[in-house]
């Protein structure tokens, strides 16, 4: 399960070390953590990472199909969380440790940057590999952190980036060796830990306008 720590104005998520899957305690986890983080007085930074072998794989299908619930009051809750984090009064930064993969790597985009191990590991949107359409919300999220062209070939090809072609593609903002990413994160994260508060908060909401309102959108039940 995800954990929170502090080092300094910096507070450290670290999201597991398994395949750290959406599952509905692992989002009520991350959810808290966030309260955490928001509830801190005074300067302050989120680097959100993992420990092992992914960074995420993502939605919980598994759990989904196994559980009998209704995947659109599913894909609220995940895109709320999306959205929690796309808005964050508080500077953010994705330290990608592993494979970033599905919505693991919209969870990515969410933050204010990404630092990705440079020799291992991809950065990969399979759903149309899989047959799972993109939401709108989910859509207009990688639209806006992505360069069209970029994105085109991310959602329409299935591509897997490895850290030097993420970094090409602008997919992230460092691509280091193992050992930096968390270190690399955390550096970043603490330059801009005197930038969080109220006005971040509403230049990155007004920024993102559209896609936070796609990600909020509920789908009215059927009759």
């Not at 597991?16 to 801190?40: I, M, Q, S």
């Not at 659109?72 to 990608?96: G, K, M, S």
């Not at 069209?148 to 959602?155: C, D, G, I, L, T």
Request: proline residues 5%; negative net charge.
């Amino acid at each position: 399960m995800p954990t929170l720590d502090r080092q300094e104005d910096v507070f450290v998520l670290d999201l597991g070390d398994g395949e750290n899957r959406f599952h509905p305690d692992w989002l009520a986890a991350v959810n808290g953590a966030l309260d955490e983080v928001e509830k801190a007085d005074g300067n302050k930074a989120l680097v959100t990472t993992a420990t092992g072998k992914f960074f995420s794989n993502g939605l919980d299908l598994d759990w989904l199909g196994s559980s009998g619930a209704d995947f659109q009051a599913y894909a609220d809750d995940v895109e709320e969380l999306f959205a929690r984090f796309l808005a964050l009064p508080v500077p953010t930064v994705a330290a990608l440790q592993g494979h970033t993969f599905a919505a693991g790597a919209m969870l990515a985009l969410v933050h204010d940057f990404r630092v990705m191990r440079a020799d291992r590991g991809y950065f990969c949107l399979p759903e149309v590999n899989i047959n799972i359409p993109f939401t709108p919300g989910m859509s207009a999220l990688i639209q806006s952190r992505l360069a069209p062209q970029v994105a085109h070939e991310a959602m329409t090809t299935g591509r897997r980036y490895g850290g030097d072609e993420a970094l090409a593609a602008r997919i992230v903002d460092h691509a280091v060796p193992a050992d930096a990413v968390r270190a690399t994160a955390v550096k970043i994260a603490f330059m801009l830990a005197p930038n969080a508060g109220d006005t971040l908060g509403t230049i990155k909401t007004r920024m993102y306008a559209d896609a936070l309102t796609r990600l909020r959108t509920r789908v009215k039940p059927r009759a």
